[in-house]
């Protein structure tokens, strides 16, 4: 499985962002979106399943996020509402293996490179 992050950049607090993530090989795989800001832990940003139809995000993150995926186009899309400069970091897409939509990293071995998001304030 490859997956490729694009679309991050410099925006300033209270704008939008949205980052896609255009994967190939076993497609038929949920997918996470993770984030790393400096100097600390890569966490958990949402996931969608393989279908589509279910999502899951971070408790912190709910009502600013909406994960979504076109199985056609083999990408899945990250959308960033009313950023802050706490959501500076390093975003990674990432696949996963595990029979169920997960939260813990481990869980998925193929990830992208990952882009950053800046947000200015």
């Known amino acids: 499985v490859q997956l490729q992050a694009s679309g991050g950049g410099l925006v300033q607090a209270g704008g939008s962002l949205r980052l896609s993530c255009a994967y190939s090989?076993?497609?038929?795989?949920?997918l996470g979106w993770f984030r790393q800001a400096p100097g600390k832990e890569r966490e958990f940003v949402g996931c969608?399943?393989?279908?589509?139809?279910?999502?899951t995000y971070a408790d912190s993150l709910k009502g600013r996020l909406t994960i979504s995926r076109d199985n056609a186009k083999n990408t899945v899309y990250l959308q960033m509402n009313n950023l802050k400069p706490d959501d500076t970091a390093v975003y990674y897409c990432?696949?996963?293996?595990?029979?169920?939509?997960?939260?813990?990293?481990?869980?998925?071995?193929?990830w992208g490179q990952g882009t950053l998001v800046t947000v200015s304030s």
């Open positions: 990432a696949a996963s293996t595990w029979p169920l939509m997960t939260t813990i990293a481990t869980r998925y071995p193929y």
């Open positions: 090989g076993r497609t038929s795989l949920a």
């Open positions: 969608i399943s393989s279908s589509g139809g279910r999502t």
